[in-house]
């Protein structure tokens, strides 16, 4: 009884169950932590799953018009004569559409201004990404040659 008085007088009190720093664990408790800790790593992974799939939505839209520039630029020297190869402003952007992994969706030549369209897809997603894009010469040169829209 000695032993008993004395943790009284220190507020101790010695109880069925185990304790983990200083709380009393109940038996219904055991493993709500490796639960816990589950949830968070689900949560962790599906969280960097979405984001892996959102950065690489945003670097196909730019790989795409980064191709319709090039294939507009390709199209417009085309038209202005500046190839030598004899192929139309549209194959020449087709060409240059298929060697940047893209498709040539659409194709408008108006003098020397091209307007191109150009498609492609995420490799892990399969989302369809879609970018124009027009060139020619500056409008100033237009006004003047009279060669403008």
Known sequence: MHGSEEEQTRGV???RGRTVLGRRVRPGDRGSASVACVSVVVVTAVLAVAA???TQALAERSRVAGAADASALAAADAAAG????GA???ARAASSAAANAVELTSCAV?????TVVVTGSAAL?????RAAATAGPPPSARDQTGLGP
């Open 13 to 15: 009190r010695r109880r």
């Open 52 to 54: 892996l799939a959102g």
């Open 82 to 85: 500046l190839v030598a190869d």
């Open 88 to 90: 139309g402003p549209c």
């Open 110 to 114: 108006e003098g020397l201004v091209v």
């Open 125 to 129: 997603l399969g989302v369809v990404v």
